[in-house]
């Protein structure tokens, strides 16, 4: 089956620092969308990509889809407290009638040093 | 608050037992999702419906588990004859048919004793 993998598993930084997380699937994907949960919360949506070599910026984030459509990136430059959290990245199966349902990755864990 | 809700938050049941979960979505949408996510895990996804229509459930969902969705409103999530191995946040999610971007709820929390 389709397998979404996400690295590295953990990070800590300290603030100001930058943190990249990557994500990489086994099949191409029609889209990739980014969720953050904070700790004892609901996974948030943060962006959709959509295009093969999309990239997107909000403000201190920037998220890139790869030119085969396989694997994604999130980077966060000068980070802050309120950037804690963990950090997926979910696909939805290409084509066929998967109705939009969600394969996610295993999350990268953000910490981040005051 | 028009989020999606659920209820309740947490859930703390015995070997065996049957639990029930709702969930309210946000109203204009009619895709409906259920997922399960266990500590340092994504949400795995376990079933899903367009209005009142089930049209997807996962393999690795047992027959212990029944959704359904009555009225293309909101959602119940059963699971009978609970077993320790189901401890986990069952979330939902909804969202809108013209868009991908899922709304999730606060999630039920299981433990199973």
């Known amino acids: 089956g389709q397998q979404v993998m996400q690295i590295p598993q953990y990070q800590h930084v300290q603030e100001g620092e930058d943190f990249t997380t990557y994500c990489n699937s086994s099949?191409?994907?029609?889209?990739i969308q980014w969720y953050k949960q904070r700790p004892g919360g609901h996974p948030v949506f943060l962006i959709q990509?959509?295009?093969?070599?999309e990239v997107k910026k909000q403000k201190r984030l920037t998220f890139q889809f790869g030119e085969a459509k396989k694997n994604s990136s999130l980077h966060i430059t000068a980070t802050q407290t309120t950037d804690v959290g963990t950090y997926f990245c979910a696909g939805p199966l290409a084509g066929g009638t998967s109705y939009g349902k969600l394969t996610f990755g295993q999350g990268t864990i953000l910490t981040v040093h005051p | 608050d028009t989020g999606v809700s659920q209820d309740p938050r947490h859930k703390i049941t015995k070997r065996g037992q049957n639990v029930t979960f709702r969930c309210d979505p946000i109203?204009?949408?009619?895709?409906l999702y259920w997922y399960r996510q266990t500590l340092g895990q994504g949400p795995e996804f376990l079933t899903y419906?367009?209005?009142?229509?089930?049209?997807?459930k996962s393999r690795l969902l047992s027959d212990r588990f029944s959704a359904e969705r009555p009225k293309g409103s909101f959602s119940t999530l059963e699971i009978q004859r609970t077993e320790q191995g189901d401890s986990a946040m069952y979330l939902c999610a909804s969202r809108n048919q013209a868009y991908n971007e899922q709304f999730f709820g606060p999630g039920t929390r299981l433990t199973v004793l």
């Open positions: 419906f367009q209005n009142e229509a089930q049209l997807e």
């Open positions: 990509l959509v295009k093969s070599g």
């Open positions: 109203s204009e949408h009619n895709r």
């Open positions: 099949t191409t994907l029609s889209n």
